[in-house]
């Protein structure tokens, strides 16, 4: 039995059955009639917009422009032909021509009518002449081109005055993103409105490059905004990579190498990040195009956010191998510059979604000051400084690349013994399956370093240089390997290329923080303050910008050395950003603390540790870390009384809690003997004592005998009772 098609059902809630047929159809026109008008007179109805960036970002809502604004007098242009079409010009018999929009590399483009297809208005595009063979192939392909965010193509004509025919297109009736920042008040987007439109065409880009061709002209003027949609308008610069011949493209925006080596998708990533920097900066204009990027020492924009800096200079590097080598791997690194935008900015933070780290596998850094307080249990002293053997182990770690054709056997590896997984991986890499795979090889350094064969892994890498050097695993696998083995300067290269190469990612900032501080301990430096105060504040300060910064004082700091100075800001720049972006990565928290305290910026140091979130298991080594900030360095009864009620708010059973106690303590009673004072301002207790020299004495000797108490050896624990002795006010009775 053949299928039945599609049929119409009569509807008319306002007739009667008994009803004649043919006032049906009368209703079922009107009723057609009025939806489309509601249609059209929707969609000049202003919405809220939409977000987008993972809900990072929203983007407003442009109504569509009245057809006859976006139209332009050629007489006004200088030094440009007049058009070969006038208005009422009909071409093919179809398109009747409104007038011209713009001029482009292939002439001017026309806006006309589809007379065809009521009420459609086209974009007419010249095309480059050449033979019939090459010219259908052309037509063919740009014909298969269909993406959302690309405009559509409805025709190609041929018309004798123009040698290569016309490229009928979509008319796409909104501002392009050149129009909207030129209205703006400093006529640039601000960075994170201008991702957030970029992202939205990268999709597009993405779909030309799968299909063998590239964009070619990315640029303001070729990105639309129509209400709620963003749109890649003019394909006449689309090539195939690898073509040669005529490459079209906008001097400021194409890449150098395109007329020496033809178009790629490098060559597409550079006008990227070209257009992302004409949006976002005033760029100068040299020659009628746009010229370099500004460094950050001139622009206050990429001073406060450098990572953004970083990944202009990564698109826009002028070797094509050194720029981010796919749409996806760009796209990755703007959502983490985003979110960095944002937290930094506006104290937003919002999840790495898109990391190519795993997260923080475990801390470094956090209890080392609250550790030394341990010597009241046991007389050990302890150390306050952080170890390569400690940070190692609290960096994330690279996930393995998906794409990689040893990606199966290394994930089927993570659940094996190291030894085992060594062995495996080695054999591997002989088969001709795996010759060609990158994560196997370093599977193989990952699996020597957790066996803690360094010397090994060095070994290997040096031998995987020449094949995988460019790599940014490999690069950060080096810097792992060099840390392991005290080579801090080489590590701090390392993981400079990695963030050279993925501005997004906290893991290489974090490791960048952690080296700069192993080296300043190195120099004996941990503990003396080596910055200016407003260097520090601009710097190390949650609500800092380094913008305000002096830009000779910027100049002299930025640049990676090994003077002890720039060596602490970039310690506390890094943890800094990593801490405000990353509020689960306590050990920047920490590190930036730890900084803050070695410039006696004491308030600053407390407030970043305050920041740890109450459902950290970290909160309470963060409380008790600020009770101790609050007592070093310069007292003052206001600091002391501040760190006594914190400790107030901690449980008693909390174990450390009595060796905090006598350290509130003996900081109070340092204090009054230092003003050689009897006693305090206030005459309000300091915990149940009264704040005098008398009566903190006889709380130090009563909370040093509770602590005897919990002392695990004898000999600690006669001592802490003769210092309670020691302590005790002089009695008669």
């Given at each position: 039995m053949a299928e039945t098609g599609t049929e119409a059902v009569r509807f008319d809630p306002f007739a009667d059955e008994d009803d004649d047929f043919s006032l049906g159809l009368d209703t079922s026109r009107r009723a057609r009639e009025e939806a489309i008008s509601t249609f059209r007179r929707n969609r000049t109805v202003r919405r809220l917009g939409r977000t987008v960036a993972d809900g990072m970002v929203h983007l407003p809502f442009v109504g569509l422009t009245n057809p006859k604004a976006a139209l332009i007098n050629p007489n006004e242009a200088k030094g440009i032909p007049a058009p070969?079409?006038?208005?009422?010009?009909?071409?093919?018999?179809?398109?009747?021509?409104?007038?011209?929009?713009?001029?482009?590399?292939?002439?001017?483009?026309?806006?006309?009518?589809?007379?065809?297809?009521?009420?459609r208005l086209v974009v007419l595009k010249g095309m480059?002449?050449?033979?019939?063979?090459?010219?259908?192939?052309?037509?063919?392909?740009?014909?298969?081109?269909?993406?959302?965010?690309?405009?559509?193509?409805?025709?190609?004509?041929?018309?004798?005055?123009?040698?290569?025919?016309?490229?009928?297109?979509?008319?796409?009736?909104?501002?392009?993103?050149?129009?909207?920042?030129?209205?703006?008040?400093?006529?640039?987007?601000?960075?994170?409105?201008?991702?957030?439109?970029?992202?939205?065409?990268?999709?597009?880009?993405?779909?030309?490059?799968?299909?063998?061709?590239?964009?070619?002209?990315?640029?303001?003027?070729?990105?639309?905004?129509t209400e709620e949609q963003v749109k890649l308008i003019d394909l006449g610069a689309v090539s195939g990579i690898g073509a040669f011949g005529y490459i079209y493209g906008t001097r400021g925006f194409q890449a150098p190498e395109v007329a020496t080596e033809g178009p790629s998708v490098a060559s597409d990533i550079y006008t990227v990040g070209r257009t992302l920097a004409a949006l976002t900066l005033n760029l100068p204009v040299v020659d009628g195009a746009y010229g370099d990027l500004p460094n950050a020492s001139q622009e206050p924009l990429l001073r406060h956010h450098l990572s953004f800096y970083r990944l202009l200079q990564h698109c826009t590097n002028p070797?094509?191998?050194?720029?981010?080598?796919?749409?996806?791997?760009?796209?990755?690194?703007?959502?983490?510059?985003?979110?960095?935008?944002?937290?930094?900015?506006?104290?937003?933070?919002?999840?790495?979604?898109?990391?190519?780290?795993?997260?923080?596998?475990?801390?470094?850094?956090?209890?080392?000051?609250?550790?030394?307080?341990?010597?009241?249990?046991?007389?050990?002293?302890?150390?306050?400084?952080?170890?390569?053997?400690?940070?190692?182990?609290?960096?994330?770690?690279?996930?393995?690349?998906?794409?990689?054709?040893?990606?199966a056997m290394?994930?089927?590896?993570?659940?094996?013994?190291?030894?085992?997984?060594?062995?495996t991986l080695r054999q591997a890499m002989h088969t001709e399956e795996y010759a060609h795979s990158a994560e196997i090889p370093l599977g193989v350094v990952r699996a020597l370093l957790d066996l803690g064969y360094t010397g090994?892994?060095?070994?290997?890498?040096?031998?995987?240089?020449?094949?995988?050097?460019?790599?940014?695993?490999?690069?950060?696998?080096?810097?792992?390997?060099?840390?392991?083995?005290?080579?801090?300067?080489?590590?701090?290269?390392?993981?400079?290329?990695?963030?050279?190469?993925?501005?997004?990612?906290s893991a290489p900032k974090l490791a960048m923080a952690a080296i700069a501080e192993l080296r300043l301990q190195n120099y004996g430096f941990?503990?003396?303050?080596?910055?200016?105060?407003?260097?520090?504040?601009?710097?190390?300060?949650?609500?800092?910008?380094?913008?305000?910064l002096d830009t000779a004082a910027f100049q002299r700091l930025v640049n990676l050395h090994d003077e002890p100075e720039r060596l602490r800001f970039h310690a506390m720049r890094f943890y800094a950003v990593v801490w405000r972006t990353n509020p689960t990565t306590v050990s920047s928290a920490f590190g930036l603390a730890r900084m803050l305290m070695a410039e006696n910026q004491v308030e600053m140091a407390v407030a970043a540790l305050d920041r740890v979130s109450q459902a950290s298991r970290h909160h309470r080594m963060a409380q008790?870390?600020?009770?101790?900030?609050?007592?070093?360095?310069?007292?003052?009864?206001?600091?002391?009384?501040?760190?006594?009620?914190?400790?107030?708010?901690?449980?008693?059973?909390?174990?450390?809690?009595?060796?905090?106690?006598?350290?509130?303590?003996?900081?109070?009673?340092?204090?009054?003997?230092?003003?050689?004072?009897?006693?305090?301002?206030?005459?309000?207790e300091l915990f149940e004592y009264p704040f005098t020299q008398r009566g903190l004495r006889i709380g130090l000797a009563e909370t040093l005998r509770l602590q005897?108490?919990?002392?695990?050896?004898?000999?600690?624990?006669?001592?802490?009772?003769?210092?309670?002795?020691?302590?005790?006010?002089?009695?008669?009775?």
């Open positions: 070969k079409l006038q208005e009422g010009d009909v071409v093919a018999g179809q398109y009747e021509i409104l007038g011209v929009i713009a001029h482009g590399g292939m002439g001017w483009i026309y806006l006309a009518n589809d007379r065809n297809v009521s009420g480059q002449g050449m033979d019939s063979g090459a010219a259908e192939a052309e037509r063919e392909f740009l014909a298969d081109i269909t993406h959302p965010g690309i405009v559509k193509i409805y025709n190609f004509i041929d018309d004798p005055r123009q040698p290569g025919g016309f490229i009928v297109m979509e008319y796409v009736g909104g501002p392009s993103l050149r129009s909207r920042r030129n209205v703006l008040p400093d006529k640039v987007f601000p960075p994170d409105i201008a991702i957030g439109y970029i992202l939205e065409i990268l999709p597009a880009l993405e779909y030309l490059h799968s299909r063998g061709v590239v964009y070619n002209d990315l640029k303001p003027d070729n990105i639309i905004v070797d094509p191998t050194q720029r981010f080598r796919s749409v996806a791997e760009l796209r990755t690194q703007l959502f983490g510059v985003l979110r960095e935008i944002l937290a930094v900015r506006d104290g937003k933070q919002f999840p790495a979604q898109h990391s190519l780290f795993s997260p923080q596998r475990s801390t470094f850094g956090t209890k080392h000051q609250v550790f030394r307080t341990d010597q009241l249990i046991d007389g050990i002293a302890r150390m306050v400084q952080i170890t390569a053997s400690e940070v190692v182990p609290a960096l994330a770690s690279p996930l393995i690349d998906r794409d990689d054709v040893g990606a290394l994930s089927g590896s993570s659940y094996t013994e190291p030894q085992e997984a060594l062995e090994d892994a060095r070994s290997w890498l040096a031998d995987l240089q020449p094949r995988l050097g460019e790599d940014w695993r490999f690069q950060w696998y080096s810097g792992v390997t060099d840390l392991l083995l005290e080579d801090y300067p080489a590590a701090q290269d390392h993981f400079n290329r990695v963030l050279d190469i993925l501005p997004g990612e941990a503990h003396k303050s080596l910055l200016d105060p407003e260097v520090t504040h601009a710097t190390g300060d949650l609500e800092g910008n380094l913008a305000d008790l870390t600020t009770i101790l900030q609050l007592i070093s360095g310069r007292l003052s009864e206001s600091r002391i009384r501040r760190a006594a009620r914190r400790l107030e708010e901690i449980p008693t059973n909390e174990p450390r809690f009595f060796q905090i106690k006598i350290a509130v303590l003996s900081a109070a009673l340092n204090f009054l003997r230092g003003a050689d004072l009897r006693a305090a301002a206030s005459p309000n005897a108490r919990m002392a695990p050896f004898p000999r600690h624990r006669y001592s802490l009772v003769d210092m309670a002795n020691q302590v005790r006010p002089v009695t008669w009775f």
